[in-house]
């Protein structure tokens, strides 16, 4: 089947899809009574591309060290030579005959074939390329390994001068593949672990450096200091194993993050069933090479296993599958070293082959229970993030009758726990209301999962409680959200100095009286300052970032890095503290502290940028009213300590609102707002100083009343700094409006009968009598020749009433279901003066047509190519409409993420046409294992393009509220109401 995970298999593939398509459409033509044309030069013109690709790859073949490359391709140049064969022999008997049936047969088939085996050429090239990288990123591997022997100077000399250049040619060749690479998330990745080795590699040649001279000068701090090699080889290892996984994969899911357990385990039951007869043909033979298309077969069947285990409601489904993927693995691992040694017609590998097919059998059993045993649970996956949960929780509650397996009350009890986590790490009264709205959420989310249970979902009381419990939600995420700010902007204040204290401590004379005592300290705080601040991070990732994928990911790894990196900090220190006058110690402690420092900065800019900026500036006002009040009692006592503490608190707050405003003026590119954000920070910045030296002043003296003045006074006017800068961020941040409507009115109340019987709605009293008077009343004017204009139609979505009848989808139409989610997230917003809302409405349709079409639902094939065709259009339009948005969107973050997120669309749409032009080609096919694998991947594709366009029309909702003022561009959001609104 057609892969497209490289932009060179992308460019050839298309051409040949698009000439096969035509054939597809005579031959459909041919079938209604037409003639076919005369296809000689056509067929002439193939068989010569044919024949010069055959011959180019005998060539590469034959001058290939490559034993998997000489497997893999004399089959498919094989099935490109049949195919070309067929469709010869299909244009001369067309000449002949132009209606002749077997003719039209040999060219479907001949049509077929051109483009699989062109595709399966493709791929087992681009895969002996990919083995060539890795080859030489195991080199890399095997010369990290032999560090543990590297144990002097000229060693190292030697182990770097051989390392050096294995390492740039890694570095070279996987960069180059980054570039090529059309999966977005795989590039990210790519580039990802690439960094880090390139970072880690001058932090390895100083970890050995320090090993060898430590244990060279007496051995004190070895054991730290082959601690700290240890951990870099293996961060670098992991790395390079990252990159040589990534390397090999060809498909990416773009809504796995969203979908539920249910579906991502009946995609990897598919993709077992998909693999099971290639795994089968490698097990039959003994000759088969290592690394090749069957025994990934066997190895992707055992990660898919894998992931379904991880998603198993049964505990004994999980552990029955973990226990027979880990038999399996071994079984295969023996299986390829035997064959490795030619020893693959042994008996113990022909019973090792036997036995693999055995279990997979077995294994594929499993699977289909465990998926068979989620299905009956009804469980669904709760989303990743507080805002998720949110969303997920007041669906239930529109509705609160109807089942959604228990997701909605999870969601809402998940809420829950995670306000009483946040909780834990407060203090004061915000803990008490944190947790007292933590216990009211839950009492109504009990009362109301108590009438569901009892078929009672629809009742007045049911609906008053959802409408309680809605409103109680909405007010925990929003006191989540601000306890979160509050936290930032206080664990945030400052990052360096527990370090910069624990450097002090790891250099201090030797000489100096409680030198031992005091580096124990300052390590404790280092570390336990570092995991407070991944903590904190990781509640932001789960609780305060939205529903933003990119951000959530970013900040646990970054976390997890600065919890792996900070014993490694220390360990370096200890090695410097034991051995002050080694010049090493030294140089690797600076690197590893600039390792944790970069990444603690970059964790911090990440936290930033998933915290609301008027937010954090509020909280960090609010911070500096406090230390205030307390530097006032510190003077109150003449507690010169205190005084000094709570000054530079407010110092340390004034400089991260500084920092974060001077973000936001550095992430805009609108030229009024950078300039008032500059005014207003410059002067902030120059009433920092003369606080900080009035305070040191009022320390020196606490009970000198001049010197308290002064520093009120310095304080007032850095505190009015803060101010003005909080009001020029506010202007240009308004509070987001709730994306929710209100719950509609129960109308179940309405009844006026009760109310006019218990005296509370009185009615109108009758009309008084007409009077009649002496003076007729005016004679109404003659009517006259013009007529009245007609009013002007109500304004409404020309696909509206389209959209209202949009099919509902079924769960075994998956394609449909793709089309529906974006529809859901499109028909809330009107499609008036809004062409990429419009753009993505058409293609929901489009679609929901395709996914009537692949399942045979009416249409032909050729329908299926136009409609593929006009989708891969749309796909094209709401890119450029989403590229013009981002050109014209001033905030630079937002405008980087609607472009990365439209980007990967048109390549989407261009492998749909490729695939649905496969999917026709079927033709005498149906049901085959090229059929169902054909299906699989268009069903793959579309669920991508439709998960790309809900996440383009997100982003560009977002840019649309910075637009630049004088651009002359305009796009309207204007939220569709419910009828009851």
């Not at 892969?3 to 899809?17: G, M, Q, R, Y």
């Not at 990210?188 to 450096?209: C, F």
């Not at 690197?591 to 911090?604: G, H, I, S, V, Y």
């Not at 930033?608 to 500036?617: G, K, R, S, Y």
């Amino acid at each position: 089947m057609p892969v497209f995970h490289t932009k060179t298999i992308e460019s050839i593939l298309e051409p040949v899809a698009q000439q096969v398509s035509k054939l597809v459409i005579l031959h459909e033509e041919a079938e209604d009574g037409n003639a076919m044309p005369d296809l000689a030069r056509p067929v002439q013109a193939v068989k010569l591309a044919v024949d010069n690709l055959v011959r180019v790859g005998r060539e590469t073949i034959s001058g290939s060290e490559d034993q998997i490359l000489k497997q893999d391709m004399p089959p498919a140049l094989d099935r490109v030579e049949e195919a070309s064969s067929l469709l010869l022999g299909a244009s001369q008997m067309l000449r002949g005959d132009p209606f002749s049936v077997p003719a039209r047969k040999k060219l479907i088939e001949g049509s077929r074939g051109i483009l699989q085996g062109t595709s399966a050429l493709l791929l087992a090239f681009d895969e002996s390329e990919v083995r060539k990288i890795i080859r030489i990123c195991k080199n890399v591997l095997e010369y990290l390994a032999i560090t543990e022997v590297v144990e002097n100077m000229e060693d190292l000399v030697t182990f770097v001068k051989n390392l050096s250049p294995i390492l740039t040619k890694m570095t070279k060749e996987v960069d180059a593949r980054e570039k090529e690479l059309t999966h977005q998330v795989h590039r990210e990745m790519l580039a990802r672990s690439l960094e880090q080795v390139k970072t880690l590699t001058p932090v390895l040649i100083s970890g050995i450096k320090i090993f060898i001279t430590t244990k060279q000068q007496g051995g004190r701090g070895t054991p730290q200091a082959q601690e700290n090699r240890d951990f870099v080889v293996r961060k670098m290892s992991d790395e390079i194993h990252e990159i040589i996984r990534v390397l090999q994969l060809t498909t990416y899911d773009e809504d796995e993050w969203e979908a539920d357990d249910l579906t991502v385990m009946k995609k990897a039951q598919s993709g077992i069933e998909g693999k099971m007869k290639r795994a089968a043909d490698w097990l039959l033979d003994p000759h088969a090479v290592m690394g090749g298309v069957g025994e990934k077969s066997v190895r992707h069947i055992l990660d898919d296993a894998m992931k379904v285990a991880e998603r198993c409601v049964s505990p004994r489904d999980r552990e029955d599958i973990t226990r027979m993927v880990d038999n399996i693995t071994s079984m295969v691992d023996g299986l390829a070293e035997l064959r490795a040694n030619d020893q693959g017609n042994s008996p113990q590998a022909v019973a090792l082959a036997r036995g693999i097919q055995q279990q997979l059998g077995q294994l594929q059993d499993l699977v289909k229970r465990a998926v068979a045993n989620n299905e009956r649970s009804e469980v669904v996956k709760p989303a990743h993030t507080v805002t998720g949960k949110v969303e997920q929780a007041r669906r239930w509650l529109q509705n609160p009758g109807m089942d959604d397996g228990g997701l909605g009350e999870e969601a809402s009890r998940l809420v829950v726990a995670e306000g009483r986590r946040i909780a834990a790490s407060l203090h004061g009264p915000e803990r008490g209301e944190l947790l007292h709205l933590c216990d009211e959420t839950e009492h109504l989310t009990n009362q109301l999962a108590d009438l569901c249970r009892k078929g009672m979902g629809n009742s007045p009381q049911a609906k008053a409680i959802a409408r309680n419990l809605a409103d109680k939600l909405r007010e925990l995420e929003n006191k989540i959200q601000s306890a979160l700010v509050n936290q930032v902007a206080d664990d945030f204040i400052d990052i360096a100095s527990p370090l910069k204290q624990l450097s002090d401590a790891a250099v201090a004379p030797i000489n100096m009286p409680g030198r031992d005592q005091n580096f124990d300290d300052k390590s404790r705080k280092f570390e336990s300052h570092a995991q407070k601040l991944a903590n904190t991070a990781k509640l932001v990732a789960a609780a305060g970032a939205g529903n933003n994928k990119k951000t959530v990911q970013a900040i646990d790894t970054t976390a997890q890095q600065i919890n792996d990196l900070t014993p490694q900090v220390v360990r370096a220190a200890t090695v410097l503290f034991m051995n002050p006058q080694n010049q090493a110690s030294a140089e690797h402690f600076e690197l590893m502290k600039k390792q944790w420092t970069d990444n603690m900065e970059k964790l911090r800019g990440l936290v930033d940028e998933a915290t609301d900026t008027v937010a954090f500036i509020k909280a960090a006002e609010e911070g500096i009213r406090r230390d205030t009040e307390r530097t006032e009692d510190a003077i109150k006592h003449g507690d010169a300590p205190g005084i000094v503490t709570n000054t530079s608190n407010i110092a340390r707050r004034a400089n991260r609102v500084l920092q974060v405003a001077q973000q936001e003026a550095d992430n805009s590119e609108d030229p009024g707002f950078v300039d008032r954000v500059g005014a207003a920070t410059e002067n902030l910045r120059s009433s920092i100083a003369p606080m900080v030296q009035n305070a040191k002043i009022l320390a020196s003296n606490p009970r000198d009343p001049t010197a308290a003045n002064n520093w009120r006074k310095a304080n007032n006017r850095l505190i009015d700094g803060v101010k003005d800068v909080r009001h020029v961020v506010e202007q240009e941040f308004p509070p987001p409006q709730d994306a929710f409507p209100v719950p509609p009115p129960d109308m179940s109340q309405l009844n006026l009968v009760d109310h006019i019987s218990a005296g509370l709605f009185t009615p109108p009293p009758p009309p008084a009598p007409p009077s009649y008077q002496q003076d007729a009343p005016p004679r109404p004017p003659l009517p006259t020749s013009t007529v009245p204009p007609r009013p002007p139609p109500p304004e409404t979505d020309d696909e509206d009433e389209t959209m209202m009848h949009f099919p509902m989808p079924q769960a075994n139409q998956p394609i449909m279901m793709a089309a529906h989610a974006l529809h859901r997230e499109v028909k809330q917003w009107s499609s008036k003066d809004n062409e990429i809302i419009a753009a993505a409405k058409r293609m929901a349709l489009l679609m929901a047509k395709l996914s009537q079409l692949v399942r045979g639902e009416g249409g032909s094939k050729k329908d299926l190519i136009a409609t593929a065709k006009k989708i891969a259009e749309a796909s094209e339009e709401v890119t450029k409409l989403a590229k013009l948005l981002a050109r014209e969107c001033t905030d630079k973050r937002m405008r980087t993420n609607l472009l990365q997120v439209c980007e990967r669309i048109p390549t989407i749409g261009t492998q749909l046409k490729i695939l649905s032009t496969v999917k026709a080609t079927m033709l005498g096919a149906q049901g085959s294992e090229e059929d169902q694998e054909a299906t699989e991947m268009l069903v793959g594709n579309a669920q991508n393009l439709m998960q790309s366009v809900r996440e383009t029309v997100r982003a560009a909702e977002a840019a649309s509220i910075k637009i630049r003022v004088d651009s002359g561009y305009s796009i309207c959001w204007s939220r569709r109401g419910p009828w009851y609104s």
